[in-house]
């Protein structure tokens, strides 16, 4: 989108470009402690050195910051208190679910309070007429999923963190998953918000309605904010009927670019699956030293394809699947037998990440996104990247997304491996906006792309973030540094 | 921000293991210590971060959060089972235990536990109960050895008596030594390893425990295949001579087929890998039901029972529910540590359920 690359500000008003909480990296006061601790209890206020460390990083390599102090509320009124004191005394706060995102975006490197809403918990409604549930923020999405299924409803977002990550965590990163291609991702599962702002006023955005034009779309604008404007303490989400069958097949080919070409063929054919995921060869023996499914180590990569309906749709295009894989050159296509199989094959790519852990100390992936025809093209980018850089890249991803993740191995102790994977990744960002995509597909921006996110809006929008931001929160207390900063 | 200046690093951990996690967190939801508190202190990928502090000098050593959390982990390794990484968080544990309980800091009852393991196992059960091992002469690499639990030899006599009708020409030597996994598990591994190389020595040919913590730190230590549990090699030998199989009759409790549960031994599951062969042994004798948390730890652990008398309750509390709900008749375990958690907890509830080692099922099945 070359219109999106950066221009000069023509707007003149002045931007803000520090917003840095007056408290910002100094120890908590004490008695803004004990206000704490008399908010939500003793319990549930951390503050010594080995309490904290935990928070200090998230599933993020190379970054980590200690926090002042960590506070675990239970209620929205406990948050609103906690938030009204913060933004009182310019205290940085950093919300904080299952701390399972990969873009550094929970690190509180300007100190405070890292508050985690892991004790809000309760499900507290999931109607099947309505098709919609209730949940408080750090209600798991695994929680959240099997509760609905087992009233034959489905919570179709569906990222491969999701037995820990929360919903609320979700929403705030807008995470993708495993079945976006037809179902969509997190934004288009929300209805509404109960959220608190920084100032500590209590908003209710959207709700149970599935048509509501009331004002802005603030639920959308909080999905994906990445805890920078306001705090999410309770979701209403959209569910649909559970489907009748879901089947898996595996195609094996001799790389990534014939997999991304099947991948054009299915959705040239007119089929758009639930699932289309990829994984290249050091993928596929990283996870099956893990999984032992039997996968084909030899195979350049793996294309993992599934359907849900009805049983007489799902067969018709599964095979459809299989025939347009086999066409472009498939050295085997094999289909999961029954539900048990079908699962531990998706079991086993939710693994990826972790699994090519096993590779080496660091693990360092991203999250490019390019419109699906470039697919196989972007491929072909990273891999001539990682020669020209000489890194071990290893590479999987939301394939029929668009969403590649080239996750880059490496040992700190090899002289400058570091430098060399960063500007690897930075050649691949160039890549990406160049062919028409983005930086990131979903995880998110956090402190980890900060530094890249104007390539991609440009300076207008990064100065209209900034607004946006000041708006929302004045004292700037609210994850600083990240989004809107 | 509180951070202190950086101590110099320390040399605890073995760098290699520390650097394979990579703090996704997939190990969570499997972790019990984690599912009670809800705090990422007591989680796996929590005390990693802490090991990695420790390591790194980003912590005092004697910081109190460290101290606690060496404590209160169960051990159970279910966190490994999960782990995509490979992270071998056992050996972390060890490692980080023999730091964390060195001199003074030795929690008092791990201390005396591991002394008294080594001075004569009779010590710890008060001198209760007589030894239930027969002597027969010299080792013989022939025969399976049966490798009696030094807890289970003085407070459980009746298991290796039925252990020895299960397999009549099994050698059960009573000059055994211990096999050294309480003192791996209590912060004293390097104790721990001579004591298990000298059983080894001792007892030449195939091992048979009646214990999975044994079994498993065995296995570990005298490399694979030496070591079989009771119910992987019953189940192995009746498999592949069906002749050795004794005849065995369906157990009856209250007028119908017995309704039997399990408790699987963490370090057998989770370090061994071993979960289908006690479930078809029972299965041949009994109705089997599976609890909903048969793999998860008793929170026996080890010394962790004694050590931390209130999370351990609170691990085994769904267990009892679940037991009395689905109307067990008995409760097998495959530990003594399991087995003397597991009577005490039935005892406190006031339960019906029985809790039985697996070769005393069996032996009433004979
Ligand atoms: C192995 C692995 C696989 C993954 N797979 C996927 C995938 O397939 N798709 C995908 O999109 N992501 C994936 N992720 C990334 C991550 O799981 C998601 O970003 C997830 O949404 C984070 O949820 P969390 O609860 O862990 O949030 P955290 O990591 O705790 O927080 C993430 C962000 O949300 C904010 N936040 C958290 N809670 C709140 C709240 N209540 N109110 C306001 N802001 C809040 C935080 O400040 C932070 O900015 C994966 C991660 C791992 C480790
Ligand atoms: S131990 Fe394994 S599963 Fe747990 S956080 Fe580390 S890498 Fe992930
Ligand atoms: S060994 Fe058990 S208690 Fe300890 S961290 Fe792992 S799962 Fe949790």
Known sequence: MPGQLATPSHTGYAVRTTTLPSAAGRPIPPDVLDRLRSIVGGDHVLVTDGDVEPFARDATPLFRARPGCVVLPATTGEVSAILRMATEHGIPVTPRGAGSNLAAATIPEHGG???????????????????????????????????????????????????????????????????????????????????????????????RLWKDVAGYDLTRLLTGSEGTLAVITEVTVALLPMPAVARTGVAYFDSLADASRAVAGVIHDGIVPATLEFLDNRCINAVEDFAKLGLDRQAGALLLFGDDGTAEAVERSLSLMASTCERIGARGVTMARDIAESDALLTARRCSLPALARLAPITMLEDATVPRPRLAEMVDRIDAIAVRHNVVCATFGHAGDGNLHPTIVFDPDDGDARHRAEAAFSDVFDAAIELGGTITGEHGVGAAKRPYLERRLGADQMALLRRLKAAFDPAGILNPGKLGS | MSEQPAAAPREIFDKDLLAACISCGFCLPACPTYSITKLENSSPRGRITLMRALQEGRLDEDDPTLQEQAGLCLGCRACETVCPAGVKYGELLEQWRDHQWRGRHTPVLAGGLRAGVRITPALIAGGMVRLAARQTGAADPT????????????????????????????????????????????????????????????MPGTIVSTSGGCAAYLDHQLGHGRVQELSQFLAARWEADPSSMPPLRTITSRGRTARVGLKDSCQLRNGMGVTAQPRALIAKVADYIELPSAGTCCGGAGTYSMLQPEMSQKVLSPTLEQARDLDLDYLVSLNVVCHRQLVAGVKRARLRVKVIHLAELLELAL
């Open chain 1, 113 to 207: 309070i890292v508050l985690v809403l892991t004790r809000m918990t309760a499900l507290k409604e999931i109607s099947g007429d309505e098709l919609l549930a209730v949940v408080e923020a750090g209600v798991t999405t695994a929680e959240l999923a099997d509760a609905c299924a087992a009233k034959g409803l489905l919570y179709a977002p569906d990222p491969g963190s999701r037995t820990v990550s929360t919903v609320a965590g979700n929403v705030a990163m807008c995470a993708g998953g495993l079945r976006g291609l037809k179902y969509g991702v997190t934004r288009n599962y929300v209805l509404g918000l109960e959220a608190v702002l920084p100032t500590g006023e209590v908003i209710r955005t959207g709700g």
């Open chain 2, 143 to 202: 025969r399976p050895h049966v490798m009696l639990g030094c807890l289970e030899r003085s407070l459980y006599p009746k298991v290796s008596k039925a252990v020895v009708r299960l397999i009549p020409e099994a050698d059960v030597p009573s000059g055994q030594g211990c096999c050294g996994a309480l003192h791996a598990h209590n912060g004293n591994s390097v104790e721990a390893a001579r004591m298990a190389a000298a059983l080894g020595d001792a």
